[in-house]
Structure formats: structure tokens, C-alpha cells
């Protein structure tokens, strides 16, 4: 295919292309929130430029009859926390879509050598995902997705700065470092792990709870489940933010934990419902996401139903922390809003 033929393909397609591309982020999302992968950083995609194409297919004399026939002509990324879920996502992929390639770049180095750590699959949709109307027409669509961890990715970002590909890129003298700097972001994966582990083994020990031991996010997490409608329960719970209400009310243990929600339980529960029917007389008035909520017939999360046992209990010491709470949260992000630059006449 000549350039001309390449840069009429890229103008007739790349609407569609992108349509694509941005539905695939959508959909791919949807399968890491219910799969529990935990992301560094949002999902990036890109569709690749018609000048790095054409210097592609320059530098590495590639010959193509079709422009969807290039792997990577859509790239998808997916940065991930834990090293971990980097093979559980392998697992996910591969039962989700149809495999054209892959490759895991950590194969090519030998035990004693650094460098780019990156899993690359060259993917097609399956025939059931092509069903949705979402799709319709996008059946010659490959794409290029990456994985990796935070860690590996802040040695690819700082490879491609400095260029430093393989140590005979690197000057003598910052070899050593450079060296250092590979082994400690490795070590950060593994001792991420390890952390996993050692909460996972925590967790387990915890089946029964010390009911005068000081609360922690997952002591929080483990008495809430034990205590509260399954119904409420909210996949991303903020406990953490949750723990610090209840240290301010005084909540320091389970066991005050328990007296709290036991007395202002049922209070709550009928404030919960009081909301729901309130929703569903104003459909249009709500957010799509607390309409869901209401159709399942519960308004609050955990955290939303223990701050309301909290201003049931606490009445207006609690609404004048947390409406300071909100007040300081609310500074704060004025704050940090880049504010424009003064002209100055000269």
C-alpha cells in the first residue's frame, strides 16, 4: 500500500476507529470494576497518528494491504497496582476476547539484566461483543492492549526520557545507579505483594472480632459486614474516611462500634427508605446512580448508613463536624485551582 492509499484509509476510517476505541475503554472499565482490578492510573487509549505510521512502516520496511492491519493502530493501556493482577487480567483477557498474539517483554531479559516490563496482547472482539449495537461494523477492528504495574511503568516513562534501552546505552559512570534504580521498583512490586499477603493472612485471623481492640480499615470493613444489610454494601467504600468520622465522634472500638449501630439501626433503615420512596416519586430529579440504588430498594452505603446513626446518636456535634469537614474539603480544592496568569503590559 502506497502513502497515498495509506492516508485515504486513515481519513475514511479513523471516525470510526475512534468510536471504537473509546466504546472498548468503556467496556474494558466495566470489566475491571467487576473483576476487582486495582488501577494505578485511568485506562489511557490512543489512536495511533498517520505521521507514526507512516514512520513505522518506514523504519521497519513493514508491508500492509490494509491500515486495520496494523496491531497497534488502536492502543489501549492499563496500568495496574499490584503485580498480581497483572496475571489475573491475563486470565480475564483471554476469556473475553480472541487472542491474536502476545507477549510478555519480561521473557527477553536474563536474571541479571533491567529493562522494559510490559505484557502486550494483540486482540480481536468475539463474536458476542460484536452483537452489540455499540460494535456494529467494527468486525476488522484489532487492537494493541498493555499491562503493567505503576512501578514498571515509571521505569518505561523514565527509558523513553533518557533513552536508556539496553546498558550500552547507559554512560559508565551512572551505570550503578541506574541499576539501583531497576532493583528498587522492582523490589516496590514485590513488597506490594507481600503486603497483600500479609493482609490477606490478617483478614483470615480476624474471623472473630476483639471487641476492645482499636479500630483499623479492616477491622471497620470485617464489623460493618457482620453488622449491616448486605443490601447496602457498596463495592468501593470509603473506610477510610469513615474510620476518621468515627474517631472524631469518640468510636474508637468494635465494641463502641456495635452499641452505636445497635441503637440507631433501625432509626436509620427508616430514613434509608423514607429516601427511596422520595427518589421514586421524582424519578427525573435523581442521578442515574442513586435511581439504581432506590429501584433496589436502599438509598445509603455502609458509610452513608453509619454517618446517619452517627447524626441520629450525636445530633448537631456531628453536623457541625461534618459540615466543617465538607467546608475544609471544599477550601482545599479552591486551592489547588491553577488560577490564570496576570498579563502584564510592558
Not at 473506610?239 to 436509620?268: P, R
Not at 424519578?283 to 429501584?295: C, D, I, M, T
Request: with cysteine; charged share 35%.
Amino acid at each position: 500500500m502506497d502513502i497515498e492509499e495509506l492516508r485515504k484509509q486513515y481519513r475514511e476510517i479513523q471516525s470510526s476507529a475512534e468510536h471504537f476505541m473509546l466504546e472498548l475503554k468503556r467496556q474494558i472499565e466495566e470489566l475491571f470494576n467487576a473483576n476487582s482490578i486495582s488501577l494505578g492510573v485511568a485506562i489511557e487509549c490512543r489512536l495511533k497518528s498517520l505521521t507514526s505510521i507512516e514512520e513505522k512502516l518506514d523504519r521497519k520496511s513493514l508491508k500492509i494491504e490494509q491500515l486495520v492491519d496494523l496491531p497497534d493502530f488502536i492502543g489501549i493501556r492499563a496500568i495496574l497496582l499490584y503485580k498480581r493482577d497483572v496475571d489475573k487480567l491475563s486470565e480475564i483477557v483471554l476469556s473475553n476476547f480472541s487472542e491474536l498474539s502476545h507477549e510478555d517483554t519480561a521473557a527477553r531479559l536474563e536474571p541479571s539484566q533491567f529493562g522494559y516490563q510490559s505484557v502486550h496482547f494483540n486482540l480481536k472482539l468475539k463474536d458476542d461483543w460484536l452483537k452489540l449495537p455499540t460494535f456494529h461494523g467494527c468486525e476488522n477492528f484489532q487492537f494493541e492492549l498493555q499491562v503493567r504495574t505503576l512501578a514498571q511503568h515509571i521505569w518505561a516513562a523514565a527509558e523513553h526520557d533518557l533513552q536508556y534501552k539496553s546498558e550500552i546505552d547507559i554512560p559508565k559512570p551512572i551505570r550503578r545507579t541506574i541499576y539501583r534504580v531497576s532493583a528498587l521498583l522492582e523490589t516496590v512490586d514485590l513488597e506490594f505483594e507481600r503486603v497483600l499477603a500479609e493482609r490477606s493472612e490478617y483478614r483470615k485471623e480476624k474471623t472473630v472480632v476483639d471487641l476492645d481492640e482499636v479500630l483499623n480499615v479492616d477491622l471497620l470493613e470485617k464489623t460493618l459486614r457482620d453488622k449491616l444489610p448486605l443490601d447496602h454494601l457498596q463495592g468501593d467504600e470509603a473506610y477510610s474516611d469513615l474510620l476518621t468520622d468515627l474517631f472524631a465522634m469518640g468510636v474508637t472500638t468494635a465494641k463502641q462500634l456495635n452499641s452505636l449501630i445497635d441503637k440507631n439501626l433501625e432509626k436509620a433503615k427508616k430514613a434509608d427508605h423514607e429516601m427511596v420512596v422520595r427518589i421514586l416519586k421524582r424519578k427525573q430529579s435523581w442521578p442515574s446512580g442513586y435511581l439504581e440504588r432506590a429501584n433496589r430498594g436502599v438509598f445509603y452505603n455502609y458509610v452513608g448508613l453509619v454517618r446517619d446513626v452517627m447524626r441520629i446518636e450525636f445530633g448537631d456535634r456531628f453536623e457541625k463536624y461534618f459540615s466543617d469537614k465538607q467546608a475544609e474539603r471544599l477550601m482545599s480544592k479552591r486551592k489547588h485551582v491553577e488560577l490564570p496568569m496576570k498579563k502584564v503590559s510592558t
